[in-house]
């Protein structure tokens, strides 16, 4: 009878090369890609018809739930005169019975006995060291965790993913990430379906140590299998920009937000920065925008500027404008009106660059305010304003810089001449 305990320890933070140090390393070690285990002695495993007899209605009252009458029955069997292979198997029941009861030390007990008794299956003998080796992982025993697990791999021909991550969770529960790692990612590789807590382990232990080109295939595998967990397309984002690789940051992130993954508010934000950072502003404004109005981004004056820029970079005036719109009156700021009287002046709007410029002047602590009366003064002079023109200029000149001077009267030059005078 075989007893499955799978003791998990869940870890959450979100295979190096062993350096072949095989050759000092026994051939049975688990970490050898060579590895040969050692034939257990076989010996007589059989029951007399008593002791058959007992066990069958023992394993009556086990299945049956009556746990204190099959523990009876067992303890009665010591009295008998029964062979080592039969006392081993009735050590083995009891150890069944005391997990159901959560007597983990007297579990333990009886576990350690059949294995000292050395005469079950291979199988059984196995199972049991496994056993034995989960209950001292359970009491968080991780030293005799390991030496009992290095007993169950001296035998174990194809040793389970499980027994490897066992291991492995010890070393770390000792303060050994790195006599860790090999463990877990063995474990990983041989897991018949993957195990997210133990990806998770492995990657933390990778991340935590720089090793960032292993961390990458291990957050793939997660990504992978998880794509709707956007933790993993972040830390993939930001495994690369360790490693100084945007473009595959951004990457990953864009094929998370393919995936509908990408939900938050702040990493969509990041995604536009970067974006913007690769220079590829068009695809960081219609992120922006989009978001804006699904109500993924807020609405805030943060990520309009955000937006503002985007939408300039792209040299989509019109899109810059209209945001511009929108900031403007928030904020009140001269600059801003400032911006879109000079994106007028690149679709040659006049009308709309004495606007933006009349606006700006409103503002009492504009910057440079010569600089827009210049401006302002080319706008009127294309609309024959000459008069305008030429006193936005002269205003200019009074109150801006040198260069402003120099420029507005080279401009008040040319309007004299334009209009014949």
């Given at each position: 009878m075989n007893l499955h305990l799978k003791v998990f320890f869940i870890f959450f933070i979100g295979f190096s090369a062993i350096a072949d140090a095989a050759s000092n390393l026994p051939l049975h070690h688990p970490l050898r890609a060579d590895r040969v285990a050692v034939?257990?002695?076989n010996s007589s495993r059989q029951f007399?018809?008593?002791v058959e007899k007992k066990f069958q209605g023992i394993s009556d009252r086990f299945g049956s739930g009556d746990l204190d009458g099959a523990m009876q029955s067992l303890e009665s069997m010591m009295d008998w005169n029964i062979s080592k292979y039969e006392r081993a198997v009735v050590y083995q029941f009891m150890g069944f019975i005391f997990v159901q009861q959560d007597k983990i030390d007297d579990a333990i007990k009886v576990f350690k006995q059949v294995v000292d008794l050395?005469?079950?299956s291979n199988s059984q003998h196995q199972s049991t060291q496994f056993n034995l080796a989960s209950l001292y992982g359970s009491q968080e025993k991780w030293d005799l965790a390991i030496e009992t697990?290095?007993?169950f791999y001296m035998f174990e021909k194809e040793p389970v993913s499980e027994s490897y991550i066992m291991t492995g969770i010890a070393y770390f529960q000792k303060g050994q990430p790195l006599e860790a790692l090999p463990y877990i990612h063995i474990a990983n590789e041989?897991?018949?379906?993957p195990k997210e807590t133990w990806l998770q382990l492995e990657l933390a232990i990778l991340f935590i140590n720089k090793r960032y080109e292993e961390a990458i295939d291990v957050v793939k595998k997660l990504s992978t299998y998880w794509p709707e967990k956007e933790k993993y397309w972040e830390t993939m984002a930001g495994t690369y920009m360790e490693m100084q690789k945007d473009a595959d940051a951004l990457a990953a992130l864009n094929l998370g937000y393919k995936n509908d993954a990408i939900s938050k508010a702040e990493t969509l934000e990041n995604l536009a920065r970067l974006n913007l950072y690769l220079e590829i502003p068009y695809q960081a404004a219609t992120l922006i925008e989009k978001n804006i109005q699904e109500g993924n981004i807020e609405n805030s004056e943060k990520n309009l500027r955000l937006l503002l820029g985007a939408w300039t970079a792209a040299r989509e005036f019109n899109k810059a404008i209209e945001v511009i719109d929108v900031l403007a009156p928030i904020t009140g700021e001269?600059?801003?009106y400032i911006q879109k009287a000079m994106l007028l002046n690149e679709n040659g709007d006049w009308e709309g660059v004495q606007d933006a410029t009349a606006k700006a002047l409103t503002d009492e602590e504009l910057e440079n305010p010569g600089d827009v009366y210049i401006l302002r003064g080319m706008a009127?002079?294309?609309?024959?304003?000459?008069?305008e023109a030429i006193e936005s200029f002269t205003q200019a000149m009074e109150i801006g810089t040198e260069t402003n001077k120099k420029n507005a009267e080279a401009w008040i030059d040319?309007?004299?001449?334009?209009?014949?005078?």
């Open positions: 034939e257990r002695p007399s018809y008593n050395n005469v079950l697990l290095m007993k041989k897991a018949t379906k001269g600059k801003l009127e002079t294309e609309l024959g304003n000459y008069d040319y309007v004299a001449d334009r209009r014949g005078s």
